[in-house]
């Protein structure tokens, strides 16, 4: 019989490469849906015929007991949560009710519809993924950051984050229960919400290209990040599940850009200067800014086998590519088609 895997998350950028991944390993995939009309269900229209959807919201315990007694999981990826860095330090009690307190009730679901007593043994038979982040490093302790590395989490998120991975970690350590935390570093992909820097990026060049915008307005260019395609790191997700004991992984390329480089190789694929439309607005600089990550995955890539397969460079010329393509459908055809989902 073919396993069966719960997605918290699935109307998000990896929720729909993960649920792909997933029908095409074989598992019936079931979504985790909130709301009474989620605006963003279209973003997975073209998996709705293969994945099933149930109701239900990390801010609420009973919603999740149903869906995990319903659908009867054997893997659970926990990717739902407010993931927009910025947001958090304007609505800090939601984002830590979500990413943070999120986590522990998926986690007592899980325990509950196990029945799970706390023997430290005999975790049972449901194995949990949380989606942890590099934004945990924060303040980095040392580079590159690996699985060891000490958090000083400089947003809310990253707090919120730190405490779903160490909650996760100590139902693992408390219920004998297989669950992991992949902390993965940023990945992006023609899918990645519009008000993250790569995608404000790629949309941006793709607009002014056409015609339809004259400027782009960013914060902090100096910031670095290591920069990765979310369809590698969801294959690294699945494959922490597949092991014979839980631990948890660095995700990463290992390889550090800035966000001017960035805009460089955005704008010089198609032929433009950014220094002619870029400029820096102050009020998009962080309060406290993480300003270096990368990753050291090298314990990923040995125990999992996993690589990236994408460049930087590839990835944000593909990421123009697509949003050039239904930036142009909009100019001709109107709002009505939106095409990068
Ligand atoms: P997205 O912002 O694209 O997706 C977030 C998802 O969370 C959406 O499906 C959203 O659903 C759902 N969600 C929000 N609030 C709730 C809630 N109260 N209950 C249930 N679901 C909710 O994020 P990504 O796909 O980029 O990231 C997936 C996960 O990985 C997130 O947890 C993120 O923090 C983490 N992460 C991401 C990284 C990246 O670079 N992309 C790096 C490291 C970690 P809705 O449609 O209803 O709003
Ligand atoms: P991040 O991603 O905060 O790292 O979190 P984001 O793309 O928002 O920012 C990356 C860096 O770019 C700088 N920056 C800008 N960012 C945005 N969004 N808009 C701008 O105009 C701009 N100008 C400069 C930022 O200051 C920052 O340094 C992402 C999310 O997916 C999290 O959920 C995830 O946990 C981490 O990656 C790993």
């Known amino acids: 019989m073919s396993r069966r895997a719960l997605i918290t998350g699935i109307t998000g950028q990896d929720g729909s490469y993960l649920a792909e991944h997933l029908l095409a390993q074989g598992y019936q995939v079931w979504g985790l849906i909130r709301g009474q009309a989620n605006p963003h269900k279209m ?4 998996l709705v015929s293969e994945v099933s959807l ?23 990826y926990n ?21 943070g307190m999120g986590t522990l009730r998926m986690l007592e679901a899980i325990r509950m519809v196990s029945g799970l007593n706390g023997s430290g043994t005999g975790g049972g038979r449901i194995r949990f993924y949380q989606a942890s982040s590099s934004e945990m490093f924060g303040k980095v302790a040392e580079a590159p950051q690996r699985e060891t590395t ?5 947003s809310p998120y990253g707090v919120a984050k730190a405490y779903g991975h160490f909650i996760t970690r100590n139902y693992r350590e408390s219920f004998g229960m297989y669950g992991v935390s992949g902390i993965l570093f940023n990945h992006e992909s023609p899918r990645r919400g519009a008000e993250f820097v790569t995608r404000k990026i790629s949309l941006a060049v793709a607009r002014i290209k ?6 782009l307005a960013l914060g902090n260019l100096d910031a670095v990040r290591d920069w990765g395609f979310a369809g590698d790191y969801v294959r690294a997700m699945h494959l922490m599940l597949q092991q014979d004991e839980p631990d948890d992984y660095v995700i990463g390329t290992g390889t550090m850009h800035s966000v001017r480089d960035a805009v460089r190789i955005a704008f010089e694929s198609v032929d433009l200067d950014w220094q002619d439309y870029v400029h820096v607005d102050p009020s998009l600089v962080r309060p406290a800014e993480v300003e270096t990550l990368c990753a050291d995955s090298s314990q990923a890539r040995a125990a999992l086998g996993w690589k990236p397969t994408v460049g930087f ?10 949003d050039l393509r239904s ?10 088609l939106t095409a990068s989902w």
């Open 327 to 336: 930036a142009s459908q909009q100019r001709d055809y109107g709002d009505l």
């Open 54 to 76: 149930v109701n239900g919201d990390l801010m609420d315990q009973g919603s999740l007991v149903s869906a995990v007694d319903l659908v009867q999981p054997d893997e659970v």
């Open 210 to 215: 056409l015609g339809m915008q004259d400027k």
């Open 150 to 154: 000490a958090f000083h989490p400089r």
């Open 79 to 99: 990717l739902g949560a407010i993931s927009f860095v910025p947001l958090s330090w304007q609505q800090a009690e939601l984002v830590s009710e979500i990413n």
């Open 313 to 322: 460079e590839e990835l944000m010329v593909m990421m123009v590519e697509a």
């Open 43 to 46: 973003r997975i229209s073209q």
